[in-house]
């Protein structure tokens, strides 16, 4: 049932989301009439000995082309929005031989978190609509033992996109080819390194792009030869007190998830100085000292700071943080600044 209303509401934005709501609710009846039927579009999860946390989407896609056949084939972004999401959908997940029937949110999301005992490392689980075709996802089981992990935004750290700004944002989802996107220089092989020197380390992609566009972001992480890793995004849309739901409550809420799921973890957390990375992870560091090895903050060029309407106010000080903080234009200074406080070893490149 969709959410109902309470005292602490916003009457004018409740009625927005109700709306949305029916409209979405219509469009999935037409669907449906066209004989189209919903199936779970899988995002790369996580967990530990004894959970896992998995997500997708339930969706009702239109109809394939084949012109351009392939799992990495031209696809421009209005495609990803164009599918119908199913919310409230029945979901059963097949969690190593035992079956979990969940719910999904008002925009399709499963996000939910399954008792569940896989060995560490990269693991598949079977999730399916009610009624619908069986899929396979993939989770990242984090070991007992491992003390180290990754968390990285994507837009504009990994990626150049300039998202802040409205206008470019909506024309790099909806118009620009996901092949023209560009990485930033030398993340790839820096993340890549970081991994390859913490074996068995979590890498979280977090963003506050929405899952409309996972899909593509997958594939461009997998085309530019990033580690394969979990990605948070979020839904697009009003809720019940908000326009819009708000990226930086949703990276926020989210470290705060990760440093209470994995007690034992220090994060490597990766950003940006266009949005709000810095001022982000410092407060997230002040209140969980505890979960952070250090801070990377990728400094935007003069020009991408341009498009991305500025540099976000960006404490120069960072001493009382008691963890290394470092700043870099691209992978490679970040790389050797890693290697200055000792977050990398010397020496070991690639």
């Not at 000995?49 to 998995?54: A, F, L, N, S």
């Not at 993939?138 to 700004?165: K, N, Q």
């Not at 594939?219 to 839904?235: I, K, M, N, Q």
């Amino acid at each position: 049932m969709p959410p109902t209303a309470d005292a602490s509401v916003n009457p004018k934005v409740l009625w927005i989301a109700r709306l949305e709501y029916r409209f979405q609710t219509w469009r999935e009846r037409r669907a449906r009439a066209r004989g189209l039927v919903p199936a779970v579009t899988p995002f790369p999860g996580y967990g530990g000995p004894d959970w896992v946390r998995v997500l997708g989407r339930v969706l009702i896609a239109p109809p394939a082309r084949t012109a351009s056949p392939g799992e990495y084939a031209s696809v421009r972004g209005w495609r990803s929005f164009v599918a119908v999401p199913v919310g409230y959908a029945q979901v059963t997940v097949v969690v190593d031989g035992v079956s979990h029937d969940v719910v999904a949110d008002r925009g399709g999301v499963v996000d939910v978190r399954l008792p569940a005992s896989l060995p560490p490392g990269w693991q598949t689980l079977t999730v399916a609509v009610k009624g619908g075709k069986p899929v396979e996802t993939r989770v990242f089981i984090v070991g007992a033992e491992t003390r180290f992990g990754v968390v990285s935004d994507i837009d504009d750290t990994v990626m150049v996109t300039a998202l802040p700004r409205p206008f470019l944002a909506a024309w790099n989802s909806f118009v620009v080819d996901e092949h023209a996107r560009q990485p930033v220089p030398g993340m790839a092989v820096l993340l890549e390194r970081i991994i390859r020197e913490n074996p068995g380390s979590p890498i979280i992609y977090l963003s506050t792009g929405a899952w409309n566009i996972a899909p593509t972001l997958l594939r461009f992480l997998h085309r530019h030869l990033f580690p394969s890793g979990s990605v948070l995004l979020t839904d697009w849309g009003p809720t019940h007190d908000r326009w819009f739901r708000s990226g930086k409550v949703h990276k926020e809420s989210n470290l705060r998830r990760l440093a209470e799921e994995f007690p034992h973890i220090t994060w490597l957390l990766f950003g940006d100085d266009g949005q709000h990375d810095d001022e982000l992870y410092t407060n997230f560091t002040r209140d969980h000292p505890d979960h952070v090895k250090a801070v990377a903050i990728r400094r935007l060029s003069p020009a991408e700071a341009v498009l991305a309407g500025g540099r976000t106010v960006v404490v120069e000080d960072h001493t009382t943080a008691g963890v290394p903080w470092v700043t870099g234009s691209d992978g490679a200074s970040l790389q050797e600044r890693l290697e200055d406080v000792g977050i990398l070893e010397r020496g070991a490149r690639p």
